[in-house]
Structure formats: structure tokens, C-alpha cells
């Protein structure tokens, strides 16, 4: 009666560490992504459960002392759990790089495998954008246009082909607050309802929304340069892992990811 308490007491205490020991997600290269280096719930989860095995295993052994025994098993099933965590091969990790670079500069998923280990992996691309979010208090807004707490990235410039009207909020039931003349360029601040709205700019304010549908991009459609992507990597003995990550191109073109 006495072996339970103590095993549930040391694996829970391990797990509470490995729990919060890891810092808050940083941003991350691809080159980091699949590595030991890269802290997450890939490495967490694999401590967790080297706890609970190494707990059990630590109460079996020790028969004068369980208590001890217990807590000496469940530190070291917590490492032998974040060595399973990234049990990756360097040519596992190769091949995960390769495709999840692949991803993000094609915008397509892409799968990987590697016979010689049995393992695999596939990176889905969920959602592309032009930039992280961008928060609606930044702008100032012309008198009668209606503010949203945020506002898509938007990339390239844009132009009118004919007079259409902006309004004051991202629907065709908004009230007419402007009229962008034929031909003429729009500066664009962001954009509303999953992109369909554009807000305008004029001399540093928020002008109006004009629907997209009845703009043009200036020289052809522009390529998005943030994605969100999912990556479900399996490890011979360890199963399915799956993170989500945001994905945005640095001022060098590099991708830089962070954990969401």
C-alpha cells in the first residue's frame, strides 16, 4: 500500500519540473527545428512520460527504500524520456529540414521518410498571410470609419480600374465616405474579413474600406511571406509528435518560426 503513494508523488513532482522547466518558445531557424537544442512539447512530453515509466520502475527496486527508490527512478526515466523526445538521427532531421523548407517556400505540405530509421513525417501548411497581424490602434481613422482591433497584412500595391466607392465599415451596407477615382493606386493598410475588405489610406489616415473584389494588385498578385504550419514527425518506439508553428521570411529571405 505504501509503494503507490510514493511512485504517484515522484512522477508527479518530475512531471511538474519537466513541465514548466522549458523557456517560452523563441523564434527558431529551420535549421533548429528538429534538433536536441529545440526546447517544446516535444521534449517535455517525452520527460513526462520517462517519469511515470522510470517512477514505476524506481518502486520495484527499492524495497528498504521506496520512497527514495522511486524518486531516483522517476529523475531518470525523465531523462531517458527527453533523450526519447529527440530521437531523431541527423538524416531524419535532414530530411524533416528539407521538407519543411520545401513547405514554406512552395506553400504546398510535403511528406518525408527515411526507410533506414522507420521514420517519418509530413509538414501541412494551414494558412498563408503577408505578416503577422497588425494592430487597428496604430492607425488614425478618418471621421465616420469604423475601427477593427486588427487587420491582416496585406502585400503589393493596389489600383482602381474604375470609381468605386469606400465605405465606412468592411460591408456594402457601410455608409459611402469616398470614392477612389479609375487608375488611381491605393495605399493599403490592411485588410478585413479573412482579406475580402481592404482599408485605404489617405495623408496618413484611415480613409475607408473598399472590397477587394473591385481593385487590382499592380503587377500581378504578390507572394505571401508568412505561413502557419503543422508538423507531425513519427520515431520508431515513440509515436505521432505534432507542433504548429508561424513562419515569416526575415529581411535575408530566411524563415523564422515560432511555436505556436
Excluded at 465616405?177 to 481592404?198: E, F, M, Q, R, T
Aim: net charge positive; glycine share 14%.
Amino acid at each position: 500500500m505504501r509503494r503507490f503513494p510514493a511512485f504517484l508523488a515522484a512522477s508527479l513532482a518530475i512531471v511538474t519540473v519537466s513541465s514548466h522547466a522549458a523557456p517560452a518558445a523563441a523564434q527558431n531557424p529551420i535549421s533548429r527545428l528538429f534538433s536536441c537544442e529545440q526546447s517544446g512539447r516535444k521534449q517535455e512530453g517525452g520527460a513526462a512520460i520517462g517519469a511515470v515509466v522510470g517512477g514505476l520502475l524506481g518502486s520495484q527496486v527499492s524495497k528498504n527504500e521506496r520512497a527514495l527508490g522511486a524518486v531516483a527512478g522517476a529523475a531518470l526515466g525523465a531523462g531517458l524520456g527527453s533523450y526519447v523526445g529527440c530521437r531523431m538521427q541527423s538524416t531524419d532531421q535532414a530530411r524533416a529540414q528539407a521538407a519543411t523548407k520545401a513547405a514554406l517556400d512552395q506553400g504546398r505540405s510535403q511528406s518525408w521518410s527515411n526507410p533506414q530509421t522507420g521514420a517519418r513525417g509530413r509538414v501541412d501548411v494551414l494558412e498563408a498571410s503577408f505578416g503577422p497581424p497588425i494592430d487597428g490602434g496604430r492607425f488614425r481613422f478618418d471621421p465616420g470609419v469604423q475601427p477593427y482591433t486588427s487587420y491582416e497584412a496585406v502585400g503589393g500595391q493596389y489600383f482602381a480600374p474604375g470609381t468605386v466607392n469606400l465605405r465606412s465599415n468592411a460591408s456594402t451596407q457601410g455608409q459611402i465616405v469616398g470614392k477612389l477615382n479609375a487608375g488611381d493606386p491605393i495605399d493599403v493598410l490592411g485588410s478585413v474579413g479573412g482579406g475580402a475588405w481592404l482599408l485605404v489610406g489617405r495623408n496618413g489616415n484611415a480613409a475607408g474600406y473598399v472590397s477587394k473584389s473591385v481593385v487590382r494588385p499592380i503587377g500581378g498578385a504578390p507572394a505571401s511571406n508568412c505561413r502557419t504550419i503543422q508538423t507531425t514527425t513519427s520515431v520508431r518506439g515513440y509515436g505521432d509528435q505534432s507542433e504548429r508553428f508561424n513562419a515569416c521570411r526575415d529581411s535575408r529571405g530566411e524563415w523564422q518560426l515560432t511555436a505556436i
